[in-house]
């Protein structure tokens, strides 16, 4: 495994080749001595792409593990690119699996594409034909916090359109949605 140091934190972290990351013993400017170690990913709320915290001279900030990963391996990007996941799977931090590319390059359904409102319509499509917003998330690699979103915020222009009945008693606004997607799996 190559192990590289993270731009900026020379002396501090590496990132390898696969996505690894790890801090390199040090002592602090207390003068504790801290070991060295690899550091353990974790998402922050509505994201799916791993993360680390990374900290200098006090001050603690959260970074991508595949920018880090890019930074390392194949230097910054040019104005206007972003990290790309060739695969989709944002899970597969491996130097082979990324590349910085400019946002007209990125192909439809690509990890860093902006979503639009078509995306929203079909998203909301496969909502009626039933699928849960878990699946969904799941397929679209979004949080659940986003689905949830997008067909709340696609319910709300059915009500404004007069196409939705909206109701404060919960089983006569559950029956109108239900009727709504009934009328939605008919016209597909």
């Given at each position: 495994?190559?192990?590289?140091?993270?731009?900026?934190?020379?002396?501090?972290?590496?990132?390898?080749?696969?996505?690894?990351?790890?801090?390199?013993?040090?002592?602090?400017?207390?003068?504790?001595?801290?070991?060295?170690?690899?550091?353990?990913?974790?998402?922050?709320?509505?994201?799916?792409?791993?993360?680390?915290?990374?900290?200098?001279?006090?001050?603690?900030?959260?970074?991508?593990?595949?920018?880090?990963?890019?930074?390392?391996?194949?230097?910054?990007?040019?104005?206007?690119?972003?990290?790309?996941?060739?695969?989709?799977?944002?899970?597969?931090?491996?130097?082979?699996?990324?590349?910085?590319?400019?946002?007209?390059?990125?192909?439809?359904?690509?990890?860093?594409?902006?979503?639009?409102?078509?995306?929203?319509?079909?998203?909301?499509?496969?909502?009626?034909?039933?699928?849960?917003?878990?699946?969904?998330?799941?397929?679209?690699?979004?949080?659940?916090?986003?689905?949830?979103?997008?067909?709340?915020?696609?319910?709300?222009?059915?009500v404004a359109a007069g196409n939705l009945?909206?109701?404060?008693?919960?089983?006569?606004?559950?029956?109108?949605?239900?009727?709504?997607?009934?009328?939605?799996?008919?016209?597909?």
């Amino acid at each position: 495994m190559i192990w590289k140091p993270v731009p900026g934190y020379e002396g501090l972290y590496e990132v390898s080749e696969t996505g690894s990351v790890r801090s390199l013993p040090r002592t602090n400017p207390r003068g504790t001595r801290l070991w060295g170690k690899i550091l353990k990913p974790g998402n922050q709320i509505g994201g799916s792409t791993p993360k680390v915290s990374l900290s200098k001279d006090g001050v603690s900030v959260w970074h991508t593990v595949a920018e880090l990963v890019l930074l390392a391996f194949c230097g910054p990007p040019t104005p206007g690119q972003q990290c790309c996941f060739l695969d989709s799977d944002r899970t597969n931090l491996d130097v082979d699996n990324l590349e910085w590319a400019a946002i007209e390059e990125l192909e439809p359904g690509s990890a860093r594409t902006r979503r639009t409102a078509d995306d929203d319509d079909f998203i909301c499509g496969l909502l009626a034909e039933g699928w849960s917003q878990k699946d969904v998330a799941s397929y679209f690699n979004m949080s659940l916090m986003t689905v949830n979103q997008i067909f709340t915020k696609w319910r709300r222009a059915q009500v404004a359109a007069g196409n939705l009945k909206y109701s404060r008693d919960p089983e006569e606004r559950a029956a109108a949605l239900r009727q709504q997607i009934e009328e939605l799996k008919e016209r597909a």
